[in-house]
């Protein structure tokens, strides 16, 4: 089985300019996750889809970031513009309804 | 939504000593995972648990479900240096929101 896949592995951008990432999940995995996870601490949490659907942005800087999950499999989050607190991983996740979390490699942000 | 509190936040242990982390949630919670995150990789799932009391066990490490549902601990025996990493706990909402704890980081002394 396929595991998620994450692209690209490493991006560095200046401070105001966009960026996007990539996923593609497990199929057949209704729930897909995006976080942010900066260096020494926790995944947090930025998004979460059931299908096509959003069930929870709340920690989403809707100000500078957007995501969407078209047709209910592929996903992409963009930074727009982007901060030098945004370097981080970020870090896709899909699982089938409230089962094992099965995550990508990740995408190593720096902006400088 | 659920938060989950970890303590110790970082644990040096000598190989072959015994340790536990601990995951603490001041609300209920429906069921708790356990993920683990080598240095540069992913997390990883290593466990659920779901019922009061729960007790799993993998080789070398012992998962618990606090009674209340509001705690749980991973406890490792014999640590070797394939346990180095990070143990993440993280909890589930109703609509499979997947909240995570900050960590606990393991270093290994050989």
């Known amino acids: 089985e396929a595991g998620v896949a994450q692209s690209p592995r490493y991006k560095i951008i200046e401070k105001r300019q966009s960026v996007a990432f990539w996923c593609n999940p497990i199929?057949?995995?209704?729930?897909l996750y995006w976080y942010q996870q900066i260096l020494g601490q926790g995944p947090k949490l930025l998004i979460q889809?059931?299908?096509?659907?959003?069930?929870?942005d709340s920690q989403l800087p809707k100000d500078r970031f957007s995501a969407e999950r078209l047709k209910g499999v592929d996903s992409t989050l963009k930074i727009q513009p982007a901060k030098l607190e945004d370097s981080a991983v970020y870090l896709c996740?899909?699982?089938?309804?409230?089962?094992?979390?099965?995550f990508g490699q990740g995408t190593r942000l720096t902006v400088v | 939504g659920q938060q989950v509190m970890q303590i110790p936040q970082y644990q040096h242990v000598q190989e072959g000593e015994d340790f536990t982390t601990y995951c603490n949630s001041s609300?209920?919670?429906?069921?708790i995972q356990w993920y683990k995150q080598r240095p540069g990789g992913h997390p990883v799932f290593l466990i659920q648990?779901?019922?009061?009391?729960e007790v799993k066990k993998q080789k070398r490490l012992t998962f618990q479900f606090g009674e209340a549902k509001k705690n749980s601990s991973l406890h490792i025996t014999a640590t070797q240096t394939t346990d180095v990493g990070t143990y993440f706990c993280?909890?589930?909402?109703?609509?499979?929101?997947?909240?995570f704890g900050a960590g606990t980081t393991v270093t290994v002394r050989a």
């Open positions: 996740a899909s699982s089938s309804l409230g089962s094992v979390a099965f």
């Open positions: 199929s057949g995995h209704a729930t």
């Open positions: 889809f059931q299908n096509n659907g959003v069930v929870d």
């Open positions: 609300t209920t919670l429906s069921n």
């Open positions: 648990l779901v019922k009061s009391g």
């Open positions: 993280a909890a589930i909402s109703n609509d499979y929101k997947l909240s």
